[in-house]
Each structure stands twice: as C-alpha cells, then as structure tokens.
C-alpha cells in the first residue's frame, strides 16, 4: 500500500521537477578565399661531368635564393649516377642532378615574374642538358587566414548555443543551461584552385588559375541540462 501512495505522489508532482539531457551537433560553415598561390620547380641536369651538374645548378640556386619577392621552402639537391643497361650488363653514361622547390607568394604577379625569369635563365643553357619544369600551380589558403576563420566559428557558434539554450525555456519551460561544448580540431584542407599543366621552356605571362572560395566548418557538439 505504501508504495501505491508513493507511485500517486510521484504522478502528481509537477514536471518541472525532473531534469534531463540534451546533446547534439550543429554544423558551422564559412567561406574564405585561398590567398596564396604556391608551385612546385624542378631542374634536371644530365651530364657526364658532376661538376658541370652541381656548377649549373648552383646557378639556379643562386637566383631562387637570392629572388626575395616569393617564399622558398624544402629546397632539396640530389645528384646521381645514370646507367644505360643493355643484355644483362649496365654502362654508366653520367650522371642526373635534381633541384626541388617549393615555392609561395601572397602576390600572383611576384610568381608570374619569378618563373619568367627563371625560364629566361633556363634558356641561356643547352636544352638537352637542363631541364625547368613548373607543375601543381594551386591557390591555397594560409595557415594565418585559416586559423582566423576557425576562431571567428568558434565564437559564432557559442554566441549561438548562448541564444538557443535561452530560448528553450519559453518553448519547454525550463532552464537549459549549457553544461559543456566539445569542437574537434578541424583539418586544415590546403589545396583549392589548381593547374595541373606543366610548364617548361616557354615565356608564361600568368600562371595563376582561377581563385576559388573554401569552405571551412566545425561541427561542435553541445551538451545541455534541462530542468
């Protein structure tokens, strides 16, 4: 019999006395313009003397390194032998040299220029010996832009769950309050706009492909406690 007395009190005590949770994700999105336009060089040199490769290449280093107007990065230089096999049994021919570069400007008319140039120096060499080429012309969006856009989502969506848990309480008569925010780190997806045509040998006026908008968005997940 108690507990048929306790079961009716439970029944008649008002709903706004039980308390439960909410959770759920909310996707947040923002487009940005890539803004910087990055490319890929490389110069091969074949010849059977390694001080005619590594004295040529130097050449190219020099102008790339000394070329302030573009960002450089991972510049690399391998050099190795070269081999022409023939019934089983190999013949060394010379050698192969190679110089990598990554190459970045916020300004599409510096690495316009600066590949112009470059392609200038690569004509005043034998072109059955060095060899420029220019590949993966990409728009991109820096880690500076990018990380910016990630801070102005975070703060848009707290200033969102602020404003949807106030507006519970008229919808189900309680105070919802926010009891955490989880937001995952997001990956930073670089590349965008690209051209994918190689260029080599030839005077190039503007190698810059069409700039595209990016999406960047968070998915956070909000976790709310009704009562």
């Given at each position: 019999?108690?507990?048929?007395?306790?079961?009716?009190i439970?029944?008649?005590?008002?709903?706004?006395?039980?308390?439960?949770?909410?959770?759920?994700?909310?996707?947040?999105?923002?487009?940005?313009?890539?803004?910087?336009?990055?490319?890929?060089i490389?110069?091969?040199?074949?010849?059977?003397?390694?001080?005619?490769?590594?004295?040529?290449?130097?050449?190219?280093?020099?102008?790339?390194?000394n070329?302030?107007?573009v960002?450089?990065?991972?510049?690399?230089?391998?050099?190795?032998?070269?081999y022409?096999?023939?019934?089983?049994?190999?013949?060394?021919?010379?050698?192969?040299?190679?110089?990598?570069?990554t190459?970045?400007?916020?300004?599409?008319?510096?690495?316009?220029?600066?590949?112009?140039?470059?392609?200038?120096?690569?004509?005043?060499?034998?072109?059955?010996?060095?060899?420029?080429?220019?590949?993966?012309?990409?728009?991109?969006?820096?880690?500076r832009?990018?990380?910016?856009?990630?801070?102005l989502?975070?703060?848009d969506?707290?200033?969102?769950?602020?404003?949807?848990?106030?507006?519970?309480?008229?919808?189900?008569?309680?105070?919802?309050?926010?009891?955490?925010?989880?937001?995952?780190?997001?990956?930073?997806?670089?590349?965008?706009?690209?051209n994918?045509?190689?260029?080599?040998?030839?005077?190039?006026?503007?190698?810059?492909?069409?700039?595209?908008?990016?999406?960047?968005?968070?998915?956070?997940?909000?976790?709310?406690?009704?009562?």
């Amino acid at each position: 019999m108690r507990i048929t007395f306790l079961f009716l009190i439970t029944l008649l005590l008002p709903l706004s006395l039980f308390s439960y949770e909410i959770s759920f994700n909310k996707k947040f999105t923002k487009l940005v313009t890539p803004d910087v336009l990055s490319t890929y060089i490389s110069i091969n040199i074949e010849n059977k003397s390694e001080e005619f490769i590594t004295g040529h290449i130097e050449k190219f280093n020099k102008y790339i390194k000394n070329n302030n107007s573009v960002e450089k990065k991972d510049g690399k230089f391998t050099i190795s032998p070269k081999y022409k096999y023939f019934k089983n049994t190999q013949e060394f021919i010379g050698y192969i040299g190679n110089l990598r570069y990554t190459i970045k400007s916020f300004d599409a008319k510096n690495i316009n220029k600066f590949i112009n140039d470059l392609i200038a120096l690569e004509n005043t060499f034998d072109r059955d010996n060095v060899k420029l080429r220019i590949s993966n012309v990409s728009w991109i969006t820096s880690t500076r832009l990018y990380d910016s856009s990630l801070d102005l989502l975070r703060i848009d969506s707290i200033k969102w769950i602020e404003s949807y848990s106030k507006s519970l309480k008229s919808t189900l008569s309680k105070d919802c309050k926010i009891k955490k925010i989880t937001i995952n780190k997001s990956n930073h997806q670089f590349l965008k706009a690209v051209n994918k045509e190689a260029y080599s040998s030839k005077r190039v006026s503007d190698i810059a492909p069409v700039n595209s908008s990016q999406e960047i968005k968070i998915e956070p997940n909000f976790l709310l406690e009704c009562k």
